[in-house]
């Protein structure tokens, strides 16, 4: 039962150009989502994050969208860099169930120059 | 501030052994997560500890099990190894584990043959 979907395994972006990654999620509970980057051999970092209270969040060139009714959200990096290529999961956590964060299966982003 | 560290980085055991993983978390950080990452797979939920206590745990096996230390350190045991059990173990830590964006360490890759 996957609660966090990530669709699309990959997705290849000329530089300078717009990345949108999405990721559905299931469950109604869900009030707070991350994505992390992923560079092979390193651990997920933190990237940025939005409460359900919002439905947009902006940090330089990575902004996130939220839409409640279609329990989806976006990642959009603009404009996209060589370095931005790493694998993308998005995440979700639940008030009930605070202590656990709930990932996707990631995308694959790949930048080129 | 030294990140999350965990020993060793990389494992090889044979099926049928059991294997312990270290992790370290950032100081001052007192909530610690492991979560199992397979090809594919994203990364699934093992455990979460925050003073010693277990406060959530994940759809794994209880040959999977972890501790935490009153330095708030952890250990994550498998017991029984079998061939499926091959993954990168990353541990993440967090503040309180509430809502607030985890720090990931580098993982340990265990394969198991």
């Known amino acids: 039962d996957q609660q966090v979907k990530q669709n699309s395994p990959s997705l290849r972006v000329q530089e300078g150009r717009i990345s949108i990654l999405n990721c559905d999620y299931t469950?109604?509970?869900?009030?707070?989502f991350l994505w992390y980057k992923k560079y092979p051999a390193e651990g997920p970092t933190f990237l940025i994050s939005?409460?359900?209270?919002?439905d947009k969040n902006e940090d330089g060139r990575f902004t996130v969208f939220l839409n409640k009714s279609a329990k989806h959200l976006s990642l959009h990096i603009v404009p996209s860099q060589p370095g931005d290529s790493a694998v993308y999961f998005c995440?979700?956590?639940?008030?009930?169930?605070?202590?656990?964060?709930?990932f996707g299966s990631g995308t694959r982003l790949l930048v080129r120059p | 501030k030294a990140g999350v560290t965990q020993t060793p980085r990389y494992l090889i055991k044979t099926r049928g052994q059991q294997v312990t993983l270290s992790c370290s978390p950032i100081?001052?950080?007192?909530?610690v997560s492991w979560y199992q990452q397979t090809p594919g797979q994203g990364l699934q939920f093992l455990f979460e500890?925050?003073?010693?206590?277990?406060?959530n745990k994940g759809n794994f096996p209880g040959r999977f099990s972890g501790r935490q230390f009153s330095n708030s350190r952890s250990e994550m045991n498998v017991s029984t190894l079998e061939l499926g059990d091959s993954a990168l173990y990353l541990c993440?830590?967090?503040?309180?584990?509430?809502?607030?964006?985890?720090?990931f360490g580098q993982g340990t890759r265990l394969t198991v043959v």
């Open positions: 993440a830590s967090s503040v309180d584990g509430t809502n607030t964006e985890a720090f």
């Open positions: 469950n109604s509970m869900f009030d707070y």
């Open positions: 939005i409460s359900s209270i919002k």
């Open positions: 995440a979700a956590s639940a008030m009930d169930s605070s202590y656990k964060l709930i």
């Open positions: 100081s001052g950080h007192r909530s």
């Open positions: 500890y925050f003073s010693e206590t277990q406060r």
